[in-house]
């Protein structure tokens, strides 16, 4: 009689929780569909839902500390470099109007007053070579070997103390249809060049010619072909594929 009471107990027990379980279970679909509802009605923030835009802020901060100054990408040896390297994207270099022989980068101060610089200009800077690995966030890599003036010479060379302190610098091509956002820290980076070169010999049109950006701390959405201004913010200046959702920052 005990035995039977016990196992009526056990077997109510049983059903209890399997109970609970059932309910548990429905209770969590309820609440992930809600979640997702709730998301797809949140605003787009630069091309990502408000919230995982935040999330992505999060990672990005925590990367600009983990960042520093010292740490550079790994460097190679000539022969190692990629005779034919791959081209990507074309954004900007399209425009049938654009006269090589007419180009002059525009640098616009922080007063609002616009640099006017020749190609020959630059090339009377001290040139500096760099053999890296150039990552593309598609998956594939390349090691390449390009030639320029260090940003943080032309920095020097052109008097822009102050705008060195601001904490963003944006790039756009002549056409304004590709413009990229990089924190000032890594556009320091003594590795990070305005590259009028590649393989020794001018650049191809449509790796950049004239000037593109060489910045071996960043993937490749960042490496601007053919710049056309140069700018200075303390707010992120507009960048194309952060628009298109992603990370502003992408540093590896
Ligand atoms: N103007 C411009 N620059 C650009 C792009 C672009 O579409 N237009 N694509 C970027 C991307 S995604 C990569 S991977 C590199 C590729 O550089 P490459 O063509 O010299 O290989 O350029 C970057 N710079
Ligand atoms: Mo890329």
Known sequence: MKEI???????????????????VFFVMIGVAYASWAWLQHQPNVDGAKAPLRKG???NESLFSKLFSKDKLAKEYPVSAASKTPRVNGDLGLADSTF??????????KSKGDTLLITLDELKKLPKQDIIFDFKCIEGWNQVTHWGGVRF???MKKYQLAPEQAMQYVGMVTP?????????????LQPQTILSYEMNGASLPMNQGYPLRLIIPV???????????????????PRDYWAEKGYDYYTGH
Do not use: C, P
């Open 5 to 23: 009471i016990v196992d009526d107990k056990n077997a109510r027990q049983y059903k209890r929780r399997s109970l609970i379980a059932f309910v």
């Open 56 to 58: 992505l802020e999060v």
């Open 99 to 108: 006269d090589a022989a007419k180009w002059k980068l525009h640098v616009i």
């Open 152 to 154: 943080s010479d032309f």
């Open 175 to 187: 056409d304004s249809k590709y413009y990229v956002g990089i924190d000032m820290k890594s556009m």
């Open 218 to 236: 960043k993937y490749g959405v960042k490496h601007i072909k053919r710049i056309g201004t140069i700018s200075f913010a303390n707010t992120k």
